[in-house]
């Protein structure tokens, strides 16, 4: 029995029912990541010992019991390596878990795996990874889309059941969306960040990758909840995302946000979208147009905001506590310099320069000020959105899954890749990337569903529906 | 003021005047350690010492991942001290980050208040007592003046480091992270002993508030002094320099003596003053160049987008409003009224909350002996105490007892200078030194009358004496009787007992 | 906002703020490269902002951290990732004022 294409609800029916263990999960798994991750690359690191005992020692009654999930390399294990696929952090073991990683463990799972990225969670395509390139598992010569391509890949590659991904300006959805699962970004302060290595602290937000929608409404209800280690979380109580499932969309306006159809989309894509459009349309929801007008100016907004904030996150990787320290330093200046110019890749060195830039004197306000102005507007503009209907439809990205290498010279190029999901991010609202089909070379498609702050149960709900009544997601690629 | 109106300014300074006619622009900013059970931003403790970063977790340690989340008890003190110097407290305030690289700093940004500080205004009083005893009673002295505060924010504080022989240095990162008040003032002052004033009244204050004990010496109130000199009348200031490496209050005021001199001698000689930052050598009693005025820094505050803005009328305000301690001034007109003492006497007492504090215990079993008390702690211990004891040692019912010992009869008040010294040298109660040195005061009638018979028989030039009137004769036949005893008699009961024999 | 030629942004001078040492070739590309990224974000110059207020979330409410006591690691953890380190302390190159 290949146990790999199972979901997380179908293995736990046969943990339950005592047709399987714990321990051949994680075994199956292995055997998976053995047979095709020297294609995909999708893992960085696997402590196959770790995840064995751990799956012996499962409480298969709780709602995670047993099931191996994988985790993006940005994210705090105790005792485990979190390199951020950075040179700089060669060598640091986190002594500490992330809160996502203690509630995984209190509701059971069993940790496997730490998954590839871009550096530091920079980038749209984990080309910007210091130890290689993930591939895209429909076609090994594409991203997998980024940063969190690793965790993308190992799901819908069927080498993880479930994984932890994190999303900035879209780094769940977008490799969601390339390489055909489900992908979730929650809220902004729905999921606590302790623990999380921060790239842009006002965007950060850590999410899920699955195969399906009912097991992402599972994860989220996990790892979701106010934590008081996580000054941004918020006190909310935390919905049972499960039980919003199935209830179809009939009754539900759906937004479809016109300048989210733009030209220099492929038409590949916009026909995707507007079937599913079509498909909602059948099971009864009225779809109404939205215009969200600040839209063109989120890609500018994001890469001012996003550059500064980690401009000050990453000044701490500086060789004195913790991970790389230049050889034999002349003086501080000497190992500060070429510490972080040793450590870190090209992509995380222009953003650390260009949002130093942005907050110097005399910059400050045309650059980073501005930027947070115009961000409200973004904000605004979905909140009046939000007035007229309970969830807006949207592409994931503008085009299928790019050639490795395609657009690696021209950072511009590769920051428009994120032109659909950055807004969302900014606004701080919620979003899911889910299966819609595939391009006529087999690349995927996905569609994005937008909710408002606080929406994750119609967003799923709606995703759920296009799901439920889709073939797409049960597709498995040619490995 | 732009770079440019400076070097212009310096220019203009050519024509030197006499030295007396000019003056010294001082402004203080003042870093304080808060006395909290815990860091700023994490929930380490937060204690002096301690083995060397045994006090740190991922947080303070700016590990990868980590979030910080302020402490309440933090922010209800600095609103506490803003609302102790008549601040405005903000309603609502956040945190910024201050981007800087060094060692000592975790993730080289340092978490700090940049454009809305959690107190802005209010002002330090430099009232007579807090000056240098030896310019108290000077003319020049200003009494009562306020010096403006700028603003009062909160930070975290920095590692320690030592620095070693072989070209390295160690970081100790148990004070990373604790938290900090810093408080500016405008350039107020003019003379060192204004400094020293209002580094002494401002102590004074964290100390009253519990906000911290402000020992410089212990680096828990830490100072940079701005100071300039400029010609009297002018209104434009001088090029400043930024004094360092001030570990005492005293030091402060001999640093500034110092430096003004110096500047008036570059002035004077025909030169200029250079923007300088300049190190305090208190051995040597001079300053010396540190560095000139670098490359401007460029800080980068932004909001920590970690951190939500506070809002102090949620609560928080209303809390420290609730650990409001009773002020100096309040302090010594309640003693004056409560325990009779005079009001410098009070003024002295309430200068120093822990010694008040110590009065009213001492005074409070009797508080008419109130005034006795404060003799004793004021004139017999303060006045003669050497070194950095500002407390008796002893406890403070030994005071209480001693007062009521003298105050009743029962010693007279040469024994109880001699019980209270024994007290202070070996801490034992005063009951016990009278027992043990045998200085009860006879009050015996019977006993004393017999001295008194005594002096009358071997005197009779005085009897005669108040016989024929002079009241005074009695002065010399009760010397008499109080030599006869020992000095153990009481002196009241045998006045009365003479007159009455020598009225008989 | 400032011109839109692209060596509007000094790089070297930047990178030094930033700690980040380039090689020449690394700061003619950056210069280059980011000079398109600001040229692209000055779009947001046409943004009318005027009546945009950054003190925002009425709803704020105190989140702030009860001044309790826990436990902190232990040194030999605190340490365990130092590059370098003597007698409990992280050692760097000296540190001059
Ligand atoms: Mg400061
Ligand atoms: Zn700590």
Redo the contacts with the bound molecule.
């Keep these: 029995m290949d146990i790999t294409s199972l979901t997380i609800l179908e293995l736990r029916q046969k943990l339950a029912a005592g047709a399987l263990r714990p321990r051949e999960i994680v075994d199956q798994l292995a055997d998976r990541v053995t047979a095709v991750d020297s294609k995909l690359k999708a893992y960085l690191h696997l402590d196959l010992d770790k995840s064995r005992a751990e799956a012996d020692a499962a409480n298969i009654t709780l709602p995670l019991g047993g099931i191996p999930i994988a985790v993006k390399d940005v994210i705090n294990v105790k005792g485990a390596p979190c390199t951020c696929a950075s040179k700089i952090l060669q060598g640091y073991t986190a002594p500490y878990d992330a809160t996502v990683i203690r509630k995984l463990r209190e509701a059971g799972a069993v940790l496997f795996g730490r998954t590839n990225m871009d550096e530091f969670a920079m980038g749209s395509s984990t080309e910007n990874s210091s130890w290689g390139v993930t591939r895209n598992p429909w076609d090994l010569d594409r991203i997998p889309g980024g940063s969190s391509g690793g965790s993308a890949a190992a799901v819908a590659g069927h080498e993880a059941f479930a994984a932890l991904g994190t999303d900035t300006g879209g780094s769940i959805r977008q490799p969601a969306a390339l390489c055909s699962c489900v992908g979730l970004k929650p809220t902004y302060g729905r999921v606590s960040r302790y623990g999380l290595v921060a790239f842009a602290s006002s965007l950060d937000q850590i999410g899920v990758f699955t195969k399906t929608v009912e097991e992402a409404a599972l994860l989220l209800e996990i790892i979701a909840g106010y934590d008081p280690l996580d000054n941004t979380s918020i006190d909310r109580p935390v919905p049972k995302y499960t039980a919003a499932l199935g209830r179809g969309v009939r009754g539900l306006r759906l937004g479809v946000p016109k300048e989210y159809f733009v030209d220099g989309m492929d038409p590949e894509v916009e026909k995707a979208i507007r079937t599913a459009i079509d498909e909602y349309k059948k099971q009864g929801a009225e779809i109404v147009e939205i215009s969200l007008p600040h839209t063109q100016y989120a890609v500018a907004v994001y890469y001012i905001i996003a550059t500064a904030e980690c401009s000050a996150n990453l000044a701490r990787f500086d060789g004195v506590r913790y991970g790389k320290r230049a050889q034999n330093p002349k003086d501080i200046l000497d190992m500060y310099g070429r510490t972080r110019a040793e450590g870190f890749g090209a992509e995380v060195k222009r953003r650390i320069i260009l949002g130093t830039y942005v907050l110097s004197s005399g910059y400050y306000d045309a650059y980073y000020n501005r930027a947070q102005k115009v961000r409200q507007l973004i904000g605004e503009d979905f909140r009046l959105a939000f007035e007229k209907c309970d969830a807006l439809l949207t592409p994931t990205s503008p085009t299928p899954a790019f050639k490795i290498g395609e657009r690696t010279a021209d950072p511009l190029q590769m920051y428009l890749a994120d032109i659909f999901t950055i807004a969302v991010n900014l606004a701080g609202i919620c979003g899911v990337s889910i299966p819609c089909g595939f391009t006529s070379n087999k690349l995927p498609i996905g569609l994005q569903i937008i909710g408002p702050k606080w929406g994750e149960e119609t967003m799923l709900r709606v995703a759920h529906a296009f799901e439920q009544a889709t073939p797409w997601h049960k597709e498995k690629p040619p490995l | 003021m732009t770079d440019f109106f400076k070097n212009n300014l310096n220019m203009m300074a050519i024509a030197p005047l006499p030295a007396t006619d000019y003056e010294a622009v001082i402004g203080l900013?003042v870093?304080v350690q808060l006395k909290t059970n815990t860091k700023m931003f994490c929930s380490c403790l937060n204690e002096f010492g301690g083995a060397t970063n045994s006090h740190t977790c991922p947080v303070c340690l700016g590990l990868p991942g980590v979030l910080p989340v302020p402490n309440e008890e933090a922010i209800v003190k600095t609103v506490l001290t803003g609302e102790m110097l008549g601040c405005q407290i903000a309603t609502r305030c956040k945190f910024d980050r201050?981007n800087y690289f060094y060692p000592d700093m975790p993730k080289n940004y340092?978490i700090?208040q940049y454009d809305e500080p959690l107190c802005l205004g209010g002002a330090v009083t430099l009232d007579l007592l807090a000056y240098p005893k030896d310019v108290q009673k000077n003319e020049s002295t200003v009494i009562d003046k306020p010096v403006r505060l700028v603003r009062i924010?909160l930070?975290e504080d920095v590692a320690k480091s030592f620095h070693f022989d072989d070209g390295t240095s160690g970081i100790d990162f148990n004070r990373a992270g604790t938290p900090?008040m810093?408080i500016v003032s405008e350039a107020d002052m003019s003379t060192p002993e204004e400094a020293f004033a209002y580094l002494s009244a401002l102590k004074q204050i964290l100390i009253y508030g519990g906000v911290s004990d402000a020992d410089m010496e212990k680096g828990q109130m830490r100072c940079d002094v701005n100071v300039s000199i400029r010609p009297k009348g002018q209104k434009e200031f001088g090029t400043k320099c930024e004094l360092k490496n001030l570990n005492s209050i005293s030091g402060v005021r001999r640093a500034l003596k110092y430096e003004i001199a110096r500047q008036i001698d570059v002035i004077t000689s025909g030169g200029s003053i250079e923007q300088q930052t300049r190190r305090w050598d208190d051995d040597k009693g001079e300053t010396t160049l540190m560095r000139t005025k670098e490359k401007a820094h460029d800080y980068r505050y932004f909001p920590d987008p970690d951190i939500q803005p506070v809002r102090t009328d949620h609560g928080l305000y209303d809390q420290a409003i609730k650990e409001m301690p009773e002020l100096p001034k309040a302090k010594k007109a309640r003693l004056v009224q409560q325990f009779g003492v005079t009001t410098y006497q009070a003024g002295v007492l309430a200068s120093d909350a822990a010694l008040a504090d110590y009065f009213e215990k001492a005074a409070a079993p009797k508080p008419a002996n109130g005034s006795a008390v404060a003799n004793f702690l004021l004139n017999d211990f303060l006045a003669t105490t050497t070194g950095d004891e500002t407390l008796p040692k002893v406890a403070p019912e030994f005071f209480a007892e001693l007062a009521e010992l003298a105050g009743s009869g029962q010693i007279n008040s040469k024994q109880a200078k001699e019980v209270f010294a024994q007290m202070i040298a070996t801490g034992k109660s005063p009951a016990a030194l009278v027992k043990e040195l045998g200085l009860a005061q006879v009050s015996d009638v019977g006993a004393l009358e017999a001295f008194c018979d005594q002096a009358i028989a071997a005197n009779p030039k005085s009897v005669a004496d108040f016989k024929a009137g002079k009241q005074n004769a009695v002065n010399a036949l009760k010397g008499q009787v109080m030599k006869l005893s020992k000095g153990t008699a009481n002196p009241q009961l045998v006045g009365e007992i003479l007159i009455k024999k020598l009225s008989a | 906002m400032p011109d839109t030629s692209s060596d509007r942004i000094d790089v070297t001078y930047v990178a030094d703020l930033a700690r980040l040492r380039l090689s020449p070739e690394e700061t003619a590309v950056f210069q280059k490269q980011l000079g398109d990224v600001l040229g692209y974000v000055d779009q947001l110059a046409q943004v009318d902002v005027s009546h945009v207020s950054l003190l925002g979330d009425a709803d704020l409410k105190n989140r702030l951290r009860a001044d309790e006591v826990r436990p902190s690691l232990p040194v030999a953890e605190a340490l365990a990732n130092a590059p370098r380190q003597d007698n409990n302390l992280f050692v760097v190159p000296k540190i001059i004022d």
Excluded: A, I, Y
Aim: proline letters at 0%; a negative charge.
């Design positions: 900013e870093h201050k340092q700090s924010h930070e900090l810093e």
